[in-house]
């Protein structure tokens, strides 16, 4: 299922958060967003994820515009992680992963074995099995977020949008959580901190200043320049002697 | 059992008791809805100014004689509940909107806003127009009063809190999806506004038709999802039902209670509410601690 979005707008009080952006991933290809802190990067991201509505512009899932769809309809399609969620209530990790069924079960629908089997396919994804009986407030800051991917997949989406997923986690689940979203044969767009996780997606979208101002491969697009005008640092390229595959390094502009 | 007694039973306790199971399930699963869209663990039915309006409009009514007699003091307060609610949410609406974590603190901000404008209301009306007795009356009456309830509340009392029950039922699911908050239930595919309106609506009406009947009974709101949540867990398909049920019940045995604890005097059902509820959540806040 592709994603696209046409002029996509949204302000607050006059000043505009995210203009003009225009872009389209394709069925099973990983999107990369990269851009500094307030770079807009978390709003496109909601505004795809149809949780905010967009003031200009359009999205499109699949060709159909998502302001003719339902809420439940895009969440039939569409999974999305958010930075910051978090709750006291005294769920363990099995009732936050259930909550991702919630597009496909009715009112009063009942929880079919179905259900069941998607729930677990989703723990065991994000490797928490043998986490179900825990309680929320006992988990740290990566287990939690690695709960809210599995919540996320037992959604079965066909379009799966992370923001900052890697965030609390450890350099073992980082690698295995963008691995994963790589073999996933789902539509993703991920915004990500770390330019060098970015460069694994198949392409690279970058924000500045709520502007989309690159879209590409990722060794065509983060060049010198472009990563000084946005982020303010100096990067290059070095190759591994190793395996000759390349990474990026910074050092502070002076 | 003679005339006399059955005559007792089946018009006074029995209704009585019909109806203080009526606003016990309605009181609770208000206070079960309000803290799972609000995200506040201190929401309750009267954070939203519902309990203080229906008093000033009870106040208006039997004290400064409001209405000229046309209208009965249940009309009057539930009036005033109506009022009270709609200056909160048109307050919350003009500070706020949005539907996140900051719109759900301006509601309940609005709530302590509106709900000390009519509490000055009702202090006002009643220093300004009750002699000595009619404040003493209007006293037992804001603490909560079952002694006047008759089966023609009844009649207004099961529909409320039937109603109340099938659409808490029907959202079980909505209500689990706000676990994360708001942004996180519309990405699990509720509509976000249509729910919040529709419930918190529904939860308005309910605790204005309680209030009018029987004055405001604090705590039951606030603490018995609270404490259903630590017996039976936080999933809504248990919740709902075991919150109406237990508000049922400790609204029935508060009232019983407040009948025979001084013999020849009743108690406002406020007080028992109050002097059973608070130390029986101690308990359980302690006990639900140390189980896990």
């Given amino acids: 299922m592709s994603l696209s979005c046409h002029n996509l707008g949204w302000s607050v009080r006059g000043t505009s958060i995210v203009s003009g952006v225009t872009l389209e991933v394709v069925t099973g290809e990983t999107l990369g967003l990269v851009g500094a802190n307030g770079s807009g990067k978390s709003t496109l991201l909601k505004m795809l994820a149809g949780i905010q509505k967009p003031h200009i512009g359009s999205v499109l899932l699949s060709g159909v515009c998502c302001s003719t769809l339902g809420q439940r309809e895009i969440a039939r399609s569409i999974a999305f992680v958010e930075q910051h969620a978090e709750t006291t209530d005294r769920i363990t990790v099995r009732d936050a992963v259930e909550l991702g069924r919630t597009p496909w079960l009715d009112g009063i629908g009942r929880w079919s074995k179905f259900d069941t089997a998607s729930v677990l396919r989703a723990l065991c994804a994000v490797e928490m099995t043998s986490y179900v009986d825990r309680y929320w407030h006992t988990l740290s800051g990566g287990e939690r977020q690695r709960v809210h991917i599995a919540r996320s997949l037992a959604q079965d989406p066909k379009v799966l949008l992370l923001d900052e997923p890697t965030n609390h986690l450890d350099i073992h689940h980082q690698l295995s959580i963008l691995s994963l979203v790589h073999t996933l044969e789902i539509t993703s767009v991920v915004a990500l901190h770390d330019l060098n996780h970015a460069t694994q997606c198949d392409r690279i979208g970058v924000m500045h200043h709520g502007q989309l101002i690159a879209l590409g491969r990722p060794h065509d697009i983060l060049t010198p320049d472009l990563m000084h005008q946005t982020f303010g640092v100096h990067a290059r390229f070095v190759t591994d002697p190793h395996d000759g595959s390349r990474f990026l390094r910074f050092h502070q502009s002076a | ?292």
């Fill in chain 2, 1 to 292: 059992m003679g005339r006399i007694d059955e005559g007792i039973i089946w018009e006074y306790r029995l209704s009585r008791a019909v109806v203080a199971a009526c606003c016990g399930a309605g009181l609770a699963l208000s206070g079960v809805v309000l803290q799972a869209l609000l995200r506040n663990a201190l929401a309750d039915p009267y954070l939203l100014g519902i309990s203080v309006g229906a008093s000033t409009g009870a106040v208006a009514v039997t004290v400064a004689g409001i209405g000229a007699g046309a209208v009965s003091l249940a009309v009057g307060a539930f009036a005033g509940a109506v009022l009270a609610f709609v200056v909160v949410a048109v307050l919350a609406r003009a500070a706020g909107g949005g539907t996140g974590v900051q719109a759900a603190g301006v509601i309940i901000l609005a709530g302590i806003a509106g709900s000390q404008l009519f509490n000055a209301l009702t202090a006002f009306l009643i220093a300004k127009s009750a002699n000595a007795e009619q404040a003493r009356g209007i006293m037992f009456w804001l603490l909560g009063n079952l002694s006047g309830v008759r089966w023609e509340d009844a009649v207004f009392a099961i529909p409320a809190a039937l109603l109340g029950v099938i659409v808490c039922v029907w959202h079980i699911r909505a209500l689990d999806a706000f676990t994360f908050g708001a942004d996180s239930a519309a990405s699990l595919g509720i509509s976000v506004r249509r729910v919040q309106v529709l419930l918190i609506g529904i939860t308005a009406v309910m605790t204005a038709a309680m209030v009018s009947m029987v004055g405001s009974i604090g705590f039951v709101g606030l603490v018995i999802p609270h404490a259903m949540r630590l017996v039976v867990g936080a999933r809504h398909e248990r919740l709902v039902p075991a919150s109406a049920l237990a508000g049922a019940v400790f609204l029935i045995a508060s009232d019983i209670l407040s009948r025979v604890l001084i013999p020849g005097q009743v108690l406002p059902i406020g007080v028992i509410t109050a002097l059973v509820g608070a130390p029986a959540f101690a308990l359980i806040l302690i006990r639900g601690r140390h189980s896990k």
